[in-house]
């Protein structure tokens, strides 16, 4: 079933209050769903079942490697040790969810830097989806550039997925405008073109499509890393991946001789800082469709390898505070895990 989502009123006045004095000139970033000019059968689709009502347990899906970046099997709950602001929690159940469904968000950067990049992106992504979703497994795909744009919302359907991700083109347009909700469905201008909305499209990939999902969930990013425009901070894209329970990983492409004048990714170290805080890593591949294709094989390793530990805070106040978790190996093992959790209720379904 299609699970469209928009940014809601509600919400948009809370962003309006919370950013004073700055909102009056600028709007708010909105996910523009392209997915209405699809087939009707869409509507067949069927969902993935999933358990709605939401405790105050907090879920993490970690890896664990060798010093070599190895995974390590065959890990039990008292190999680890587990701190939330300092003070030690108890493990209350621990499994390898190697067959889990997935919830996977798929975000490709379509501005003019990825113009000799996007058709192996094309080619090599949709070879991962096939290898990757499983029948329970979800995915959706959103392409980014002046705007923002839902290409396919979730689907289980590799053949949807990879139709819309053969569908996306390069977008150097002038921009500088987003809908504002209410606001009669026209774009506002709201300055210079814009060239490359990421933090925005992280933000509303967290926000509008997987902060509605249980179970695992990940977004995979194949960008420069290079942000121009957003109206959003790259420190609120982490929050909302943070608060969606979603691991980001990013697959820094480009052709640097082309973009850059062989300098480098400019937006390395923001890159690291989103796939760190969310339990994910940044993978360099460059122009490389062999480094595409590894990167690809090694993301769909990691999470199916996936070990998932459950605990009762022992702060038990959801006063919407960030709490720092810090999972530990005993056995002196790297373990790749998200660095915390926001204390946030959670309604019931």
Do not use: W
């Not at 099997?73 to 159940?93: R, W």
């Not at 995979?220 to 909302?240: F, K, M, N, P, V």
């Not at 009762?312 to 959801?318: A, D, F, L």
């Amino acid at each position: 079933m299609l699970k469209a989502h928009s940014l809601s009123l509600a919400f948009a006045l809370a962003c309006f209050l919370a950013s004073a004095p700055f909102a009056v000139a600028q709007a708010l970033p909105t996910l523009q769903d392209h997915t209405h000019d699809q087939d009707q059968d869409q509507n067949q689709d069927q969902s993935v079942e999933t358990l709605k009502i939401r405790v105050n347990v907090v879920q993490l899906f970690f890896n664990v490697k060798d010093k070599k970046g190895g995974l390590i099997p065959d890990q039990s709950k008292d190999d680890f040790e587990l701190l939330e602001d300092g003070k030690p929690q108890t493990i209350k159940y621990f499994t390898a969810e190697s067959n889990l469904p997935l919830t996977l968000g798929i975000l490709i950067d379509t501005s003019g830097s990825q113009m000799r990049v996007l058709e192996m992106e094309k080619e090599v992504g949709g070879e991962f989806l096939t290898d990757i979703l499983r029948e329970k497994d979800e995915a959706f795909l959103i392409g980014f550039d002046v705007n923002v744009d839902l290409l396919q919302d979730f689907t289980n359907d590799v053949h949807r997925l990879k139709a819309a991700m053969n569908k996306t083109k390069i977008n150097t347009g002038g921009g500088g405008g987003v809908i504002i909700p209410g606001g009669g469905g026209n774009p506002v201008p709201t300055g210079p073109p814009r060239g490359t909305l990421l933090y925005d499209a992280v933000y509303l990939a967290a926000h509008d499509e997987l902060a509605h999902e249980v179970g695992r969930k990940a977004m995979i990013l194949l960008t420069d890393g290079e942000d121009q425009g957003s109206q959003l901070r790259i420190q609120e894209a982490i929050e909302a991946a943070q608060k969606s329970d979603s691991i980001c990983y990013v697959l820094m492409i480009a052709d640097r001789g082309f973009a850059y004048g062989g300098l480098g990714y400019t937006g390395n170290s923001d890159m690291k800082k989103l796939a760190n805080e969310t339990g994910g890593r940044v993978i360099d591949v460059g122009n490389k469709m062999d480094k595409l294709k590894e990167a690809f094989d090694q993301i769909a390793k990691e999470l199916r390898s996936q070990y998932n530990i459950g605990y009762t805070p022992t702060n038990n106040v959801q006063d919407g505070s960030f709490r720092k978790v810090e999972l530990h190996s005993k056995k002196g093992y790297k373990v790749q895990s998200r660095n915390g959790y926001y204390a946030v209720a959670h309604n019931k379904d």
